[in-house]
């Protein structure tokens, strides 16, 4: 079965400054990983996904995200922060022939002016 | 583009009553999905469907319910709130399952049990 850690439940970063989310993943063969965003009061989107191949995701709105198969991890990193991303992240995992997509328990993250 | 829209937005109800939430989408996907959220503990798979007709448990279909008897609609039912029972309810939809992710949520249903 697959599962979805993310360690840091609330993220606080000052507007302009870098940014990384944890993720790690538990799966017996590769996984698709995801990351999705929920800003307040909506429904989840999608911010990138991995399938494959190079193991940098670029995605919407200047995030992207790091697949790396030794860590079991797919962080998501921004270079500069801006008040609006202030949302929470979910990372999620899924494998071939699948229909359910596994979510973590999410970060809640605060960008400072 | 399309829309999921979940009905009510907001819902109350009593210790022990049956409670049923709506999802409507006009993407015209076969795959639908109801998750539990919970704070701090991320989205719960409860029910999915693959196509009309078709039922799925999720690790949280317990004391659930789930209709889809229609392509664009998918019902959850909770067959007997608990009291103190405050979480939100996503509906979620999908063309091609979910390994390619693109999951298209609702904005959420409210569930507060007194």
């Known amino acids: 079965a697959q599962s979805v850690t993310q360690p840091d439940a609330r993220v606080t970063v000052s507007e302009g400054a870098s940014l990384q989310l944890r993720c790690k993943y538990s799966?017996?063969?590769?996984?698709?990983l995801f990351w999705y965003v929920q800003y307040p009061r909506q429904g989840l989107q999608l911010l990138l996904k991995y399938y494959s191949g190079d193991p940098v995701v670029q995605g919407v709105n200047g995030f992207e995200a790091e697949f790396s198969k030794s860590n079991s991890s797919f962080h998501l990193r921004k270079a500069s922060v801006h008040w609006s991303d202030s949302a929470v992240y979910f990372c999620a995992v899924s494998i071939s022939g699948s229909w359910q997509l596994i979510f973590g328990s999410g970060t809640q993250l605060t960008v400072m002016p | 583009g399309g829309i999921i829209t979940q009905t009510p937005k907001f819902l109350i109800g009593q210790e022990g009553q049956k409670l049923t939430l709506k999802c409507q989408q006009n993407?015209?996907?076969?795959?639908m999905y109801w998750y539990r959220q919970d704070s701090g503990k991320g989205l719960r798979l409860i029910y999915y469907?693959?196509?009309?007709?078709?039922?799925q448990k999720g690790d949280l279909s317990e004391g659930y319910d789930a209709s889809r008897e229609k392509k664009s609609s998918f019902s959850l039912t909770v067959t007997s709130a608990q009291k103190n029972e405050m979480a939100v309810f996503l509906c979620?939809?999908?063309?091609?399952?979910?390994?390619?992710?693109?999951?298209?949520f609702g904005e959420g249903s409210k569930l507060t049990v007194l």
């Open positions: 469907s693959i196509t009309e007709n078709d039922l």
């Open positions: 993407f015209n996907h076969d795959t």
């Open positions: 979620a939809s999908t063309t091609g399952g979910g390994n390619t992710g693109q999951l298209y």
């Open positions: 799966s017996s063969v590769t996984p698709y």
